[in-house]
């Protein structure tokens, strides 16, 4: 076949086993897997390299205003580009709905701001008003547009829905094959929390941490479960933050709950102490769920081998250390008024290769299905997360010898830090294509600005989920059990 590149030589990773050959492409997609392939416009030599899947970031804030009104400091072009550079061939952000709009408005929004995107891209819906309207109109617009996954929130007042608008979105996602995330904390423990350490006059950064109690968590994540079950539709908890929370997850979704969740390079790789950094230092390192401890790190470790989590993502929420970012509240503001989240992804998958597969932690296979194949599958990207004929040619060829120090200008995003600076990386992607287009070639970038697409999600993959009983609610409501 007269292939447009092909890719020699590389040591090919799927999730499922690793061997050595050759990738031929043709016309932006995989046609072709096998040795000694010939011929091919361009020749990219892949030998002593490590091939992949492109990876898929699903858990990023670009282009996004938070409830508080902060705009995160990098849009589609800057957060796909900084996305490419940690290996990434696809990213899903978030297009958030602000309380009255319409669903149709907030996906306009976001359709323009993707336009500067490098990468293909999709988003999923953040809902904070779920009216009847929302629910009538708004979700199914949304799942007509190829919006297959929806996120809610059970904390923060702007944000959070109530576990009754929680159940009519699980409804509504049910009945058309969509997932539910959920940012799962127990409202009034952290805002009576933050109420004991306002009247103490505790409200530097390091108290962050213990405004959001590991309980916190643990109790909207079996909260969230039970109401996933009764509603009997798939649910995906973001960011897992604890061991009582990863424990829940595993011991649900073993029993045959439609669970699905992630963690965060963060919440392995820091701790609440970088929270006590001098001055206001520890402002770069507030994140909501917050750090937690070192013995948090080895649990988390330990699920991410074991299979309780389906991906790795970054949480990436940037905003830069000054007025416009972190301190748009003042130099000196208290935790609460500080902006919530932190930069990385540049460093998920760096990360997890030199602390997860370099390390021992993780094999290969599982480094591919933790960093694209599961969101793929979770997120319904049909085309995208697998390296096999007929899928598109997203893929990243790392150099797994690369020994680096990280620095900010690695990062290649709008920031003016990033909490991981300083930490000693083994393994780094070359070249990422899109689509069969070199994103990154060798290191540089080759992309130009606009060259991803919106891409349409199908619904999400339950296949391997055990099939459980039909839930109460059916036998209550005499429901329609075809609906799934
Ligand atoms: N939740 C996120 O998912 N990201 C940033 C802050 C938050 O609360
Ligand atoms: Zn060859
Ligand atoms: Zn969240
Ligand atoms: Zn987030």
Known sequence: MDFDTVIHSGRIATAEDVFTGDIGIKDGRIAALGEKLSGGAERIDAGGRIVVPGGIEAHAHIAQESS??????????????????GGNSAFIPFAAQHRGQSIDEVLDTYDARGQRSVLDYSYHLIISDPSEQVLAEGLPQAFARGITSFKVFMTYDLMNIGDEGMLDILEVARAHGAITMVHAENNAMVKWMNRKLADRGLTAPRYHALSRPELAEAEAIHRAIQLAKLADAPIFIVHVSTEAGADIVRREKFAGAKVFSETCPQYLALTRDDLDRPGMEGAKFVCSPPLRGPETQAALWHHMAQGTFESLSSDHAPYRFDETGKFLNGADAPY??????????????????????????????????????????????????????????????????????????????????????????????????????????????????????????APVDMSGIPAVSGPEFDRA????????
């Open 336 to 457: 609460p008024k500080i902006a919530n989240g932190m930069p990385g992804i540049a460093m998920r998958l760096p990360y997890l290769f030199s602390e997860g597969v370099m390390a021992g932690r993780i094999t290969l296979e599982r480094f591919v299905a933790l960093s694209s194949t599961n969101a793929a599958k979770t997120f319904g990207c049909t085309t995208k997360g697998r390296i096999a004929p007929g899928m598109d040619a997203d893929i990243a060829i790392w150099n797994p010898e690369a020994e680096w120090t990280v620095t900010q200008a690695d990062q290649h995003d709008n920031m003016d830090y990033t909490p991981f600076e300083g930490m000693r990386i083994t393994g780094r992607p070359e070249t990422v294509l899109s689509r069969g287009a070199a994103v990154i070639r060798d290191g540089e970038l080759q992309a130009t600005e606009g060259q991803g697409r919106f891409f349409a999600r």
């Open 68 to 85: 508080a009104g902060v705009m995160s400091a990098d849009d589609y072009y800057s957060g796909s580009v900084s996305a490419a550079f």
């Open 477 to 484: 409501c005499n429901f329609d059990t075809e609906l799934r």
